[in-house]
């Protein structure tokens, strides 16, 4: 890149703001040099990270990850700047990456990093973060979304309206530390014009701003004041800003010097090391790790105890007498497989979950196929995993594969849940893309609604087979099991979500799968410890008279 004329002026500000949340996972990092040499090489560098993995741990990986970067984007400057973002934005991935893998957490960030190099503007980018180009009455988004939504809005099928909107968000399919290896977006440079300003921001502030928010909020010429105007429009759209908010503004002047107007931070240097790593909760997180470690023994040998006595409940015989259920007991000559309403076998009873909630039955066989303008389809275990691309793969159809559809995507219906029969007669369940299908047989309207609410789901086996009394001729009643339900409920001031679960017998460590009801607002359960009293909530997979008995309304 031609480096004679490196010479500019700029104007920055930054600010991180944690709205409602009770902790800050979002990071932003900055340097301008004010070494000519330095700053010919290198240019100024902007960096904003949103954390993922809960608190201290999203904290540390934003943190580490923004901070690693200017450090070792600097100590670079033998390298073309656009190759450099890449190299070290994959050297932050790999770090994050081993240290969590190592202690078994998740761990995570996104980033996009603006550099001012040249007269010019390089951004690279790995999440939802973004950056804008502000020039005159134009907005630009230099960034790609790498999540659910982004993909949709790309692809023509979401508009950027009905994307702030959707309960699927938050769902990136792309992190720093998600993978082991990681695509990083590097953007061709962009030659700046006077009073260009480049806006770099988190998705607190993109889940309420349109361009035309930024086009309107960006027309003067401070960038202190562009910056507390847009987290000032944030925490006002969210009722305090319902995530945390960060936001650098950098306006872009030629100049014949070096003078820059922003608040210089020190000189980088390279990240602490994990364990001794200061977060803003203020927290050690060698002390953290400890406390940690405690709480997750205690609880390890409390899951001992608890499975040691449903190994003596399965293992004693059965007090009421019933035609048995054991697996080691011959099926009656009366009973056949088959796919009406079952009678599921208490050993294989499945835990709670989302996948545990399908419907049994449907009001008529839906058929669906691989179409023929698709030579293939990957069939996958998850449609909203936070990486798409790396959700497990059940099997791949050939075109012209048919199969049962069970259920539909409620959000934009753009998945089916599907039924497969191997040759054995081994069924096996997944997702595929609803544009990959063809419905040849039943009507796709008839299939249940799969409400998963954006929740990232980690689907647990459903039983291959289960049994149900064929028609006897006389006149013993055919056995009928209690409706389930989706019950509303009101937060009451002594509840937790893992004790809403308990109560309604969807089993406590199933609380994520409670979603906030759609008339309830304010209603936030991203952090289950921040719940209030009054916030009417959805709890899928409820019996019917455990919903009433416990002050719910069945839905």
Same mark, same amino acid.
């Given at each position: 890149?031609?480096?004679?004329?490196?010479?500019?002026?700029?104007?920055?500000?930054?600010?991180?703001?944690?709205?409602?949340?009770?902790?800050?996972?979002?990071?932003?990092?900055?340097?301008?040099?004010?070494? /000519?040499?330095?700053?010919?090489?290198?240019?100024?560098?902007?960096?904003?990270?949103?954390?993922?993995?809960?608190?201290?741990?999203?904290?540390?990986?934003?943190?580490?990850?923004?901070?690693?970067?200017?450090?070792?984007?600097?100590?670079?400057?033998?390298?073309?700047?656009?190759?450099?973002?890449?190299?070290?934005?994959?050297?932050?991935?790999?770090?994050?990456?081993?240290?969590?893998?190592?202690?078994?957490?998740?761990?995570?960030?996104?980033?996009?990093?603006?550099?001012?190099?040249?007269?010019?503007?390089?951004? @690279?980018?790995?999440?939802?973060?973004?950056?804008?180009?502000?020039?005159?009455?134009?907005?630009?988004?230099?960034?790609?979304?790498?999540?659910?939504?982004?993909?949709?809005?790309?692809?023509?099928?979401?508009?950027?309206?009905?994307?702030?909107?959707?309960?699927?968000?938050?769902?990136?399919?792309?992190?720093?530390?998600?993978?082991?290896?990681?695509?990083?977006?590097?953007?061709? +440079?962009?030659? *700046?014009?006077?009073?260009?300003?480049?806006?770099?921001?988190?998705?607190?502030?993109?889940?309420?701003?349109?361009?035309?928010?930024?086009?309107?909020?960006?027309?003067?010429?401070? @960038?202190?004041?562009?910056?507390?105007? *847009?987290?000032?429009?944030?925490?006002?759209?969210?009722?305090?800003?319902?995530?945390?908010?960060?936001?650098?503004?950098?306006?872009?002047?030629?100049?014949?010097?070096?003078?820059?107007?922003?608040?210089?931070? +020190?000189?980088?240097?390279?990240?602490?090391?994990?364990?001794?790593?200061?977060?803003?909760?203020?927290?050690?997180?060698?002390?953290?790790?400890?406390?940690?470690?405690?709480?997750?023994?205690?609880?390890?040998?409390?899951?001992?105890?608890?499975?040691?006595?449903?190994?003596?409940?399965?293992?004693?015989?059965?007090?009421?007498?019933?035609?048995? /259920?054991?697996?080691?007991?011959?099926?009656?000559?009366?009973?056949?497989?088959?796919?009406?309403?079952?009678?599921?076998?208490?050993?294989?009873? &499945?835990?709670?979950?989302?996948?545990?909630?399908?419907?049994?039955?449907?009001?008529?066989?839906?058929?669906?196929?691989?179409?023929?303008?698709?030579?293939?389809?990957?069939?996958? /275990?998850?449609?909203?995993?936070?990486?798409?691309?790396?959700?497990?793969?059940?099997?791949?159809?050939?075109?012209?594969?048919?199969?049962?559809?069970?259920?539909?995507?409620?959000?934009?219906?753009?998945?089916?849940?599907?039924?497969?029969?191997?040759?054995?007669?081994?069924?096996?369940?997944?997702?595929?893309?609803?544009?990959?299908?063809?419905?040849?047989?039943?009507?796709?309207?008839?299939?249940?609604? *799969?409400?998963?609410?954006?929740?990232?789901?980690?689907?647990?086996?459903? &039983?291959?087979?289960?049994?149900?009394?064929? +028609?006897?001729?006389?006149?013993?009643?055919?056995?009928?099991?209690?409706?389930?339900?989706?019950?509303?409920?009101?937060?009451?001031?002594?509840?937790? *979500?893992?004790?809403?679960?308990?109560?309604?017998?969807?089993?406590?460590?199933?609380?994520?799968?409670?979603?906030?009801?759609?008339?309830?607002?304010?209603?936030?359960?991203?952090?289950?410890?921040?719940?209030?009293?009054?916030?009417?909530?959805?709890? &899928?997979?409820?019996?019917?008279?455990?919903?009433?008995?416990?002050?719910?309304?069945?839905?």
């Amino acid at each position: 890149m031609n480096n004679n004329n490196a010479t500019f002026r700029v104007q920055s500000f930054s600010l991180t703001d944690k709205g409602r949340r009770s902790n800050n996972e979002d990071f932003v990092a900055l340097f301008e040099p004010s070494d /000519t040499q330095e700053r010919k090489a290198s240019g100024c560098i902007y960096v904003v990270a949103d954390g993922v993995g809960g608190a201290e741990i999203g904290e540390r990986a934003s943190k580490y990850a923004a901070e690693k970067v200017v450090y070792e984007y600097l100590n670079h400057p033998e390298i073309e700047p656009g190759k450099r973002l890449k190299q070290v934005m994959a050297q932050a991935n790999r770090d994050i990456f081993d240290y969590a893998d190592d202690k078994d957490i998740r761990m995570a960030t996104t980033m996009s990093v603006a550099v001012v190099f040249d007269n010019s503007l390089i951004v @690279a980018n790995v999440g939802d973060s973004r950056v804008y180009l502000i020039r005159g009455k134009d907005v630009r988004q230099v960034t790609r979304d790498h999540s659910l939504v982004g993909e949709l809005v790309r692809g023509g099928s979401m508009t950027e309206a009905e994307a702030m909107k959707s309960k699927m968000k938050n769902r990136i399919t792309r992190s720093i530390g998600g993978n082991e290896d990681v695509r990083v977006d590097v953007f061709d +440079p962009i030659p *700046l014009q006077p009073d260009d300003k480049i806006i770099l921001c988190t998705d607190g502030l993109t889940r309420y701003a349109m361009k035309k928010d930024f086009l309107q909020l960006a027309v003067t010429d401070s @960038a202190k004041k562009i910056t507390t105007d *847009l987290v000032a429009f944030a925490k006002k759209k969210g009722h305090g800003g319902a995530d945390n908010i960060s936001v650098i503004t950098v306006i872009y002047e030629p100049s014949t010097d070096l003078e820059t107007v922003a608040r210089h931070s +020190p000189r980088p240097i390279n990240p602490e090391q994990w364990e001794i790593m200061q977060t803003d909760l203020g927290f050690n997180s060698k002390k953290s790790l400890r406390l940690k470690t405690w709480a997750f023994t205690s609880l390890f040998i409390l899951g001992g105890f608890a499975v040691l006595i449903m190994m003596i409940n399965y293992l004693l015989p059965p007090q009421v007498p019933a035609v048995s /259920t054991s697996k080691n007991t011959a099926i009656p000559a009366n009973y056949t497989a088959t796919n009406e309403v079952p009678i599921t076998l208490p050993q294989d009873t &499945p835990t709670a979950t989302q996948d545990n909630l399908l419907p049994a039955s449907i009001s008529s066989t839906v058929i669906g196929k691989v179409t023929s303008e698709s030579d293939s389809v990957n069939v996958t /275990t998850n449609p909203s995993m936070d990486n798409i691309e790396s959700s497990p793969l059940v099997e791949k159809l050939e075109s012209g594969r048919k199969f049962t559809l069970i259920g539909k995507f409620t959000e934009d219906r753009t998945w089916y849940r599907i039924e497969i029969a191997n040759a054995d007669g081994e069924k096996h369940f997944g997702w595929v893309p609803v544009d990959k299908v063809e419905v040849v047989q039943g009507d796709a309207t008839t299939l249940p609604a *799969l409400d998963y609410s954006g929740v990232a789901i980690t689907p647990s086996p459903i &039983p291959s087979f289960t049994f149900t009394p064929s +028609p006897e001729p006389s006149s013993t009643p055919t056995p009928t099991s209690e409706p389930v339900v989706s019950c509303a409920y009101t937060i009451e001031s002594s509840d937790n *979500l893992s004790g809403i679960a308990d109560k309604f017998g969807i089993g406590g460590n199933n609380y994520k799968i409670i979603v906030c009801a759609s008339n309830s607002s304010g209603c936030d359960l991203t952090i289950p410890s921040n719940i209030l009293p009054g916030w009417s909530v959805i709890i &899928p997979g409820v019996k019917e008279s455990v919903c009433t008995q416990n002050g719910g309304q069945p839905q």
